[in-house]
């Protein structure tokens, strides 16, 4: 089967560091994506890693590591805007076909 | 730029009916993946259309089925409707197949009762 696992929620403080990490069993893989979601709005994206490593993008990092089937996201200096759902999801290439499997997400409460 | 969009916002159906979802993809991008998002869950993969051609389908019964236009916008249908199809139903577009960045619009609140 097809799985990827997060915690179901985390809180911090404006300010902290807080790091989401995300293990997946797929049959296809491609690359880990991160999506970010408030409360009743669209997902948006917010990093991809194809590669083994780290990458920055601002307040937000992300990580991978293939061989261990497992990647994080990483955010600092906390905002109160952060306060969202955020998804790991892998991208899956299975035949012709460009898809996302997405993770159950991890709920961000941050607290003044 | 137009962003993506979809409609309606809302939609309340008896189970049994039959419902069309909307979907405008972002300027310029020719392929739409379509998820479902059951409350508290991630978004689960039902197809993707790639140049008016279905590119691929998750785990759905034939009941629910697509449509992609030469402008590639996108029609998400559902026929037979169950309580448990109660969800969101978000749209993504992306430009082209080997794109990993999609673009999701807000989505409709679908509710069978």
């Known amino acids: 089967g097809q799985s990827l696992e997060q915690p179901s929620e985390v809180t911090a403080v404006e300010g902290a560091i807080v790091q989401i990490n995300c293990t997946y069993q797929t049959s296809g893989f491609y690359g880990l994506s991160w999506y970010q979601q408030h409360d009743g709005g669209a997902p948006t994206f917010l990093s991809y890693?194809?590669?083994?490593g780290l990458e920055e993008t601002g307040r937000f990092s992300s990580f991978l590591s293939r061989s261990d089937s497992y990647g994080y996201l990483l955010l600092q200096e906390l905002q109160m805007k952060d306060s969202a759902s955020y998804f790991c999801a892998v991208r899956d290439k299975g035949g012709a076909t460009n898809k996302l499997i997405f993770g159950t997400g991890t709920l961000l409460a941050v607290q003044p | 730029e137009t962003g993506v969009t979809q409609s309606p916002t809302h939609l309340i159906k008896t189970r049994g009916q039959q419902v069309t979802l909307r979907c405008s993809s972002q300027s310029g991008h020719n392929t739409v993946s379509w998820y479902q998002q059951a409350l508290g869950q991630g978004p689960q993969f039902i197809f993707q259309?790639?140049?008016?051609?279905?590119?691929g389908r998750g785990n759905f019964p034939p009941r629910f089925s697509g449509l992609q236009f030469p402008n590639y916008s996108s029609e998400l249908n559902v026929n037979a409707l169950e309580l448990d199809d109660s969800a969101l139903y978000l749209c993504a577009s992306s430009l082209g197949q080997e794109s990993y960045e999609q673009y999701f619009g807000p989505g409709t609140r679908l509710t069978v009762t």
């Open positions: 890693n194809a590669l083994d």
């Open positions: 259309y790639y140049r008016e051609e279905e590119n």
